[in-house]
């Protein structure tokens, strides 16, 4: 279950106007506004707490505020540093979560979801972040929930500090007003104008009877506040330092150019990975059109790595897929999961081609990005001696980069390709298994075999007669009782696997199911084929 955390500063934009002038006349403790032009009329864009106290408002005019309040200090509003200042809030936000989305103008959104244990709690790390804030003189209104929605109207309606309980957030909005869902002003006004003027009430009113009144974004900004659709964040992603950028004199459309341009950006950023003795296990190029969208591919490696052909080569499969437009004028390739990757030399004549591909991490590579990261694994044993649960699927090459300490972060692309070496015992010699079992195991006909433990003479597979010439076993398996409740536990959960060969000279591992109690036949099953 997601965890938001939402803040939100009334005053945000007089907070970064003062720090901004330090050396201004306007008295740290006097009534302060910034104006801003909206339609032709001065209107106030943000109000000083000591200038709201005086009954000023956002929104209001600027003669009429002047007019009530004849000591209150004015200057013009500056959207565009406030911004900035809100991204670089954003960016310093990291380090309580990795996931941060701006809410402008004024707010912002921290995905906390897995992260509260860190400061020992969710009030732990919401009191942390407001220490730090106010340590900053941005003071800032926080609030807790399930969702945006419902963090948001906390923050911004309810008191200052709510931790919503899991899935609790419905009792704690119920008393807000209706702007509390992030509607229009004239949609909330409306609203209340009805006489509606708790969000409870709109909870109890029939959805259809709402919807065609209020219209469709009122049931969706309520359905999100409450759970029931998601609501999509665009977190900011904190940029990475390893970038290559080249601009075009005229703009490229032709593939051969689109392939050209990828190997020269990707040998401008391996020379710089090269000359730090670093590599990256994942990387990005976009396309930038003169239209001004960005085409983005990705691709990964399984090893960390540098070799600008190399990893041009990975793209070039996807190049088709790109959409030239009116032509691209600049492309970028960026580098992520960038770690320390010591040089060594292959082979003597390693330097005479830069392209040599020596080794199964080129070949897992092109796989896995031609097919998919999970269309490439290998089996490895898992701790347990039930069959269908002593193997897992993992990565086809392994990194100990938690062994050393280090390997940068981890996400869903860098974790199909890589992932600590397992540390589970190895399979048992002694007993083999086959290379790959059935996805259930077939039941056997005709099977003759004398009772309690010996193998059988004969089986029918497939409606086909097989006749043994050479078995192994018993070999008793039970199932792993102290997982389930002691009354689950039956007899008729023991197997016993026999290894056996026909006159063919074909193998099969098969299994009689339950203990011999005399009253009815065993049932057999073929679980595996030997090659």
Not at 28 to 42: F, K, M, N, S
Not at 383 to 399: G, M, Y
């Amino acid at each position: 279950m997601s965890r938001i955390l939402c803040a939100w500063s009334p005053t945000w934009a007089i907070a970064n106007w003062r720090r901004r002038n330090p050396q201004s006349d306007a008295p740290p403790d006097g009534p302060l506004a910034l104006i801003e032009t909206v339609r032709q009329v001065r209107r106030l864009s943000a109000v000083s707490p000591e200038a709201a106290k005086l009954g000023l408002y956002v929104g209001q005019k600027a003669t009429d505020a002047m007019a009530l309040v004849p000591e209150l200090t004015t200057a013009e509003a500056e959207p565009d540093a406030d911004a900035l200042a809100l991204t670089a809030l954003v960016d310093w936000c990291v380090r309580f979560s990795p996931a941060v989305a701006a809410d402008r103008p004024d707010g912002l959104f921290l995905d906390i979801s897995g992260v509260a244990h860190l400061w020992g709690g969710e009030a732990e790390l919401m009191a942390d972040f407001r220490d730090r804030l106010a340590g900053a003189g941005l003071p800032f209104r926080l609030a807790i929930a399930d969702t945006p929605g419902a963090a948001w109207a906390l923050a911004h309606f309810g008191r200052d500090g709510t931790i919503a309980r899991p899935n609790g957030q419905a009792e704690l909005i119920q008393s807000l007003p209706p702007a509390a869902l992030r509607l229009d002003p004239e949609a909330a006004a409306q609203i209340e104008r009805l006489g509606l003027r708790r969000l409870g009430q709109l909870m109890e009113i029939p959805r259809a009877p709402l919807g065609r009144r209020f219209g469709a974004r009122t049931l969706e900004r309520l359905d999100q506040a409450l759970g029931r659709s998601p609501e999509a964040l665009a977190f900011r992603r904190p940029p990475t330092p390893w970038v290559a950028r080249l601009a075009f004199f005229e703009p490229i459309s032709a593939p051969e150019d689109m392939e050209r341009v990828t190997q020269d950006v990707a040998a401008k950023l391996c020379a710089r990975l090269e000359a730090e003795s670093h590599g990256g296990r994942r990387f990005e190029i976009a396309f930038h059109r003169v239209d001004g969208k960005a085409l983005t591919l990705a691709v990964g490696l399984s090893l960390a790595g540098r070799d600008a052909r190399r990893i041009a080569r990975l793209f070039q499969p996807k190049l088709e897929t790109v959409d030239p437009g009116f032509g691209i004028e600049s492309v970028t390739l960026a580098a992520y999961a960038v770690e320390p990757v010591g040089g060594r030399q292959t082979r003597i004549d390693a330097g005479l081609d830069a392209a040599v591909e020596d080794g199964l991490a080129p070949l897992v590579d092109r796989l896995a990005n031609r097919l998919g990261p999970c269309a490439v694994w290998r089996a490895v044993p898992a701790e347990s001696h039930v069959p269908e649960l002593a193997v897992e699927r993992e990565p086809a090459i392994l990194h100990r980069a938690a062994e050393r300490g280090g390997g940068g972060p981890r996400n869903a692309v860098e974790g199909a390709w890589g992932a600590p070496e397992t540390k589970a015992r190895p399979w048992d010699r002694e007993a083999p298994r086959p290379v790959r079992l059935f996805r259930r195991p077939e039941p056997l006909e005709q099977v003759v075999a004398l009772l309690p433990d010996d193998p059988p003479v004969q089986f029918r597979w497939r409606g086909r007669l097989h006749r043994v010439q050479r078995a192994e076993g018993p070999e008793r398996i039970g199932e792993e009782w102290w997982k389930a409740d002691i009354g689950d536990v039956s007899v008729d959960h023991v197997r016993d696997y026999y290894r056996v060969e026909d006159a063919e000279g074909g193998r099969f591992w098969l299994f009689r199911a339950g203990l011999y109690s005399g009253e009815a036949g065993p049932k057999w099953w073929l679980h595996g084929l030997f090659a």
